[in-house]
């Protein structure tokens, strides 16, 4: 897994992103943060089970469900099932050798 620099990312708070098979950086630094890379592999690991594409279509529909639900953007993205699996997550360096297929569902 490929780990890009590009400083051009947008938004303040938007620091990276796994964009099946590469994750990309705004700050080098990152690249060696390895709670943020773990984060990261971990949402590599969703897109590849739901086949890459179809995780973008669940991804944009359930922030859609979570906005209109929670009425603010930032606890719309923090309560998508990916995004919940991935920051609980995040710190066991180890989880994506034992996660079980399609952990995400529940975190529905």
């Known amino acids: 897994m490929p780990v890009v620099v590009n400083k051009y990312l947008i938004g303040r708070h938007f620091v990276g992103i796994a964009l099946w098979p ?34 973008y279509f669940i991804y944009l529909t359930e922030y859609l469900i979570r906005l209109i639900q929670y009425g603010n953007s930032r606890e719309a993205y923090r309560n998508i099932s990916f995004e919940r699996e991935a920051y609980e997550m995040e710190t066991e360096l180890s989880y994506l050798k034992d996660r079980k297929f399609w952990s995400f569902i529940k975190y529905l």
């Open 22 to 55: 590469f994750i990309v950086v705004k700050d080098p630094g990152l690249k060696k943060d390895e709670v943020f890379i773990n984060h990261e592999k971990i949402h590599l690991k969703q897109q590849l089970e739901l086949l890459v594409i179809p995780f």
